[in-house]
């Protein structure tokens, strides 16, 4: 296990630049989740992690060792597949042993770390099929077992629950971090799905058109989120955003229809200055003293709870409630926006303390 | 412990991995396709006869001066059109119409596949002797059928006769050239989504309608290709020409390529050959810019 | 099943009819002649078959004549060529499949040009760059030139068939331990072994047809591939119909079957780039 360094890393390709600039240090044994929108970079920062890209310009250290110049077979990391990548004509037993195999590890060796990744994995009864006569969370399986079984530095996702269904994801999610537990090894986990970054990660670097937005852990960036596009990127259903002006005297948020909606303490900002109020749609209360009447557009029942979709501040305000909520369409429902649960960000979406 | 590279050399070796895949191929086609190329442009310009082994003196375009003057040359220049023109068409139609006939599943298609395709497999001068014979009145069917379907007045050989003779070589390559014609559009029919003529056939579209809307415009780009392409390298198909009429009866089969090979292979002049060559290579660029302006302005249009 | 329908999928099986008659006619012929005996040849000329078949004609080229010479040179240099061709065009289609480099558009439109340009062109000069080097009338000299007259199409065949083959393949196998060249041969190559049989096939076939740079570049009957020692057969001994179909007939043997195997892989070849793998 070791730790992994990126200090200034930049990559373009040809005149188009992609990472402007990334510094990030992962400890030892420290599960990172890379999450951010399609084409936000998370993915090539992975592949030159891995040497499978070329670095533009900085320095990538792993356990201290300075590896811009080595090959990937050189780095001692280990990397798991969206489309898994198995080899087609091996068995797998095969796919698993190719790394040691290439090595000229000795067979009963090969044999002892193969057996052992597969009782972990669940695999035993498969180390003799091939690829295509496996179901995609086994073939998953195995990719995490080829892994495994180098016991490398470092472990490289790339987008590895992509290609299944919702129910096998949700599995899955939950076999990553066991094994996660029970190995302690360095993970690099890159993703498009929020809900993955947070259930898996120690911590979380969100990233946003080739720059890190913020790192930290999954509760300081649902907590504390830096800027509007971590605060709308992380949660889901995603944060309500309000455009306003700053009241500085008995400080509170004048909205768009002119309500205002008061803050409980003043912050850093300007008298009459534009700014973007944040709040989840699980924090806004139905009910409580000084609510607005806000007509009801939309009711979604989940089964666990139910999202309401409401006007007030003449905005659309999404309301989540545990409960399974009885109003119609069309009658008005009292909200509260309790102070202690809003963001305030300033005009570049920078937030406000 | 890895082998620590400098950053140059890393990238250096990085730079060359593609070059090195591709050295071989790249080696002998540059030793074996354009050393001789530039040898033999340099010969039109001298006095190349193998037979006389002192030396090749330059003789400046004096070759091209006779070019200008060759009624062979100038034949041979139209009957290049024909033959090319008269090929593509017959082998388009009927390959094109071959690759619908087997774009529909049916029982024993694999076998039909096969066995049309056959022609394709057999080597050219192969298939231009046995044209030859089935053409010659002594042991071919084919004069006693053109004679009992009145077209012909006695059977005789179409090969020598001097006014139909091409068609002999015409008929030979339509026979060996529809297979290549509808493995390439068949290719290209099986790429046409399915659910495309499911929905046209919903929105209530006949049979032929659906093959314009939808088979041709899909089509065109592999048709357009294989057409342009095609029709260059059948133009300097010269193998069954020998074989079928040698450029004959008096030289009026000639196509400019058999002709280069005649004037190199039996008069043994290499320089005059070479001087054809680099006419016809002249011709070839002139299309193939034609075809690049073409396309640069069609894609302008689109 | 309706009365338009039956009649379009007779007029459609008719038509297919049509198309083998057609194409297997000639290649009946051929065979028919040759199992008619020279008595009969002339005046049984048109019939449908002899009314007596003889195998005269084959014992004849297989036992007297110079043809298993022939066959057999042909067989060395369309193997050896079909070999070499298919390794050196595996290595260039994998480069153009997996590498952006700059000089990629060089080459492609280098081997692009290839194609459109008249061989015959090449033939004197070829003469005269061979024979200083004794590769004139040598079965050496023709495979080096089948060689390099092949690789640009085999190459473009072999680059759509690993175009078909997913990149991290490769990328696991390198971050497995494995180097580049190891990944291509050891992960990559055996995958494609459909692109491999069908360049082998194309390559045989299209070595065991040429006829003019044979002809120009080999004159001791030693060395004569088969195109040339039929056609010198021919016109030597212009009668003896039956025993040059009875040559025909052998020398369609290889490449039939080389093509009939491979038949089914060239349109998959073609729509290989189109279909990931």
């Known amino acids: 296990m070791a730790s992994i360094d990126i200090a200034g890393i930049r990559k373009s390709y040809g005149a188009i630049r992609v990472l402007h600039g990334i510094d990030l240090a992962i400890r030892d044994g420290e599960f990172v989740v890379l999450v951010g929108p399609s084409g936000c970079g998370k993915s090539t920062l992975l592949r030159m992690v891995a040497g499978l890209e070329e670095i533009t310009a900085g320095e990538i250290q792993i356990g201290g060792i300075r590896v811009n110049d080595l090959q990937p077979k050189d780095r001692d990391i280990a990397m798991v597949f969206q489309s898994y990548a198995l080899y087609p004509h091996m068995t797998v037993a095969g796919n698993m042993s190719y790394s040691l195999r290439l090595r000229r590890a000795a067979k009963n060796l090969i044999a002892g770390k193969v057996s052992q990744a597969a009782a972990t994995l669940g695999l035993e009864n498969l180390l003799e099929r091939r690829p295509r006569q496996l179901s995609g969370g086994q073939r998953q399986r195995v990719a995490m077992g080829r892994a495994i079984v180098r016991a490398p530095k470092a472990f490289l996702f790339d987008e590895p629950l992509s290609n299944l269904d919702a129910r096998l994801r949700e599995q899955m999610r939950g076999e ?142 999404k309301a989540f409630t545990l409960e399974r909520h009885t109003a119609l369409v069309g009658a008005t429902v009292p909200i509260t926006l309790p102070p202690d649960c809003l963001h305030l960000f300033d005009a570049s979406g920078e937030r406000l303390v | 412990m890895p082998r620590r590279s400098t950053p140059v050399l890393r990238r250096l070796a990085l730079a060359t991995e593609p070059w090195l895949y591709s050295a071989p191929a790249l080696i002998l086609i540059v030793a074996v396709m354009l050393v001789p190329l530039a040898l033999g442009i340099s010969y039109a310009f001298r006095d190349v006869k193998l037979l006389n082994p002192f030396g090749a003196p330059f003789i400046g375009l004096d070759h091209f001066r006779e070019l200008m003057t060759d009624r062979t040359f100038s034949r041979a220049l139209k009957n290049t059109v024909f033959w090319a023109g ?99 559009l068949l290719a290209a029919l099986q790429a046409i989504p399915r659910d495309l003529y499911e929905a046209a056939a919903i929105d209530g579209a006949n049979a032929l309608q659906r093959f314009w809307s939808i088979t041709l415009p899909f089509l065109a780009p592999t048709i357009a290709i294989t057409i342009l392409l095609r029709t260059v390298w059948i133009a300097n198909f010269a193998d069954l020409i020998i074989v079928m009429t040698n ?31 680099v006419v016809l290579l002249l011709l070839l660029m002139t299309y193939a810019l034609l075809i690049v302006m073409l396309r640069q302005s069609l894609l302008k249009r689109a | 099943m309706g009365k338009a329908s039956l009649l379009g999928m007779v007029a ?106 008249p061989l015959v062109m090449l033939i004197a000069p070829m003469f005269k760059m061979l024979a200083p080097l004794g590769l004139t009338n040598s079965l050496t000299g023709l495979v080096i030139v089948y060689t390099a007259f092949n690789v640009p199409f085999a190459t473009f065949l072999m680059q759509s068939f690993f175009d078909g083959i997913p990149k991290d393949l490769e990328e696991a196998a390198m971050i497995d331990g494995a180097t580049r060249f190891r990944a291509f041969a050891q992960i990559i190559l055996p995958l494609t072994l459909p692109g491999i049989a069908a360049t082998l096939g194309f390559v045989f076939t299209a070595a065991w047809s040429e006829l003019l740079f044979a002809l120009m570049l080999i004159s001791d009957v030693d060395s004569s591939t088969f195109p040339v020692g039929l056609l010198s057969f021919v016109s030597k001994f212009s009668v003896d119909f039956g025993q040059m179909m009875a040559a025909g007939v052998l020398a369609l043997i290889p490449a039939c079957l080389f093509f009939l195997l491979i038949q089914r892989y060239l349109v998959q070849g073609l729509t290989a780039g189109a279909v990931k793998g």
């Open chain 1, 176 to 317: 990553i971090k066991r094994l996660h537990h029970a190995l302690g090894a360095t993970s690099i986990y890159v993703t498009h799905d929020q809900i993955e970054a947070m259930t898996l990660a120690d911590r979380i670097v969100a990233m946003n058109a080739g720059l890190v937005q913020q790192v930290g852990s999954p509760l300081d960036l649902y907590d504390r989120p830096a800027n509007l596009f971590v605060a709308g990127f992380i949660g889901s259903p995603a944060m309500n955003m309000f455009r306003g002006t700053y009241r500085a005297n008995a400080p509170a948020v004048i909205a768009a229809d002119a309500s205002a909606i008061p803050l409980g303490r003043g912050y850093q900002v300007e008298e009459g200055a534009p700014v973007t109020l944040g709040i989840r749609p699980e924090h806004v209360e139905l009910g409580g003293s000084g609510s607005i009447a806000a007509p009801l557009d939309l009711v979604e029942p989940t089964g666990f709870g139910t999202i309401l979709h409401l006007r007030a501040f003449g905005a659309d305000v």
């Open chain 2, 86 to 184: 008269a090929s593509v068409v017959l082998q388009f139609l009927f390959g094109m119409i071959l690759a619908l006939l087997l774009n529909r599943p049916f029982r024993g298609r694999a076998i039909a596949q096969a066995l049309v395709f056959l022609p394709w497999a057999v080597p050219s001068f192969l298939s231009g002797l046995n044209w030859a014979w089935m053409f010659n009145p002594v042991i071919g069917p084919i004069p006693h059928w053109l004679t009992a379907l009145g077209l012909m007045s006695t059977p005789s050989n179409v090969l020598s006769d001097p006014f139909n003779a091409m068609w002999g070589p015409i008929v030979a390559n339509v026979w060996w050239g529809i297979p290549f014609f509808a493995i390439t």
């Open chain 2, 247 to 277: 450029g004959g009866p008096a030289d009026r089969t000639q196509i400019v390529a058999s002709y280069i090979f005649t004037q190199a292979f039996r008069r043994l002049d290499f320089g005059y050959a070479s001087a054809i060559a």
């Open chain 3, 12 to 117: 459609h099986r008719l038509a297919i009819l049509a198309y083998v008659v057609v194409a297997l006619f000639p290649l009946y012929w051929l065979l028919k002649v040759s199992v008619t005996p020279d008595r009969l040849l002339y005046t049984e000329g048109v019939r449908m078959w002899p009314s007596q078949a003889s195998l005269e004609h084959y014992v004849f080229v297989l036992a007297h004549s110079d043809f298993p010479r022939f066959f057999e040179n042909s067989v060395i240099v369309s193997g050896s060529t079909a070999f070499i061709v298919t390794i050196v065009a595996s290595l260039a289609g994998y480069a153009l499949s997996r590498f952006q480099f700059r000089g990629k558009v060089w080459i492609v439109i280098l081997m692009l040009l290839t194609q459109m340009f």
